[in-house]
């Protein structure tokens, strides 16, 4: 879901860190399972960004936004 919403606008990578921030919240996914996720897209990220241009930037803008020492919660509301 990380890696679609790469290449997508401002406001659905927006809709993606909610969604995420949410089932943290209800405890449906944790920051172990965030950070490992986002620790695959880094992995591949030179690769998708050969299909998706914007996806350095989104994902960069995403991950700025985790917060992985405590809740994610306060991190996506700033």
């Not at 405890?27 to 998706?52: C, F, K, N």
Request: hydrophobic share 45%; aromatic share 6%; glycine share 8%.
């Amino acid at each position: 879901m990380l890696s679609l919403a790469l290449d997508q606008r401002d406001h659905k990578c927006a809709l993606v860190l909610k969604l995420l921030v949410y089932l943290d919240a209800k405890a449906v996914i944790s920051s172990q399972d965030l950070r490992g996720g986002m620790l695959q897209v880094a992995e591949q990220l030179e690769d998708i960004a050969m299909d998706a241009p914007k996806a350095p930037k989104q994902f960069g803008k995403m991950g700025c936004r985790f917060d992985f020492g405590g809740s994610l919660r306060a991190k996506a509301a700033a």
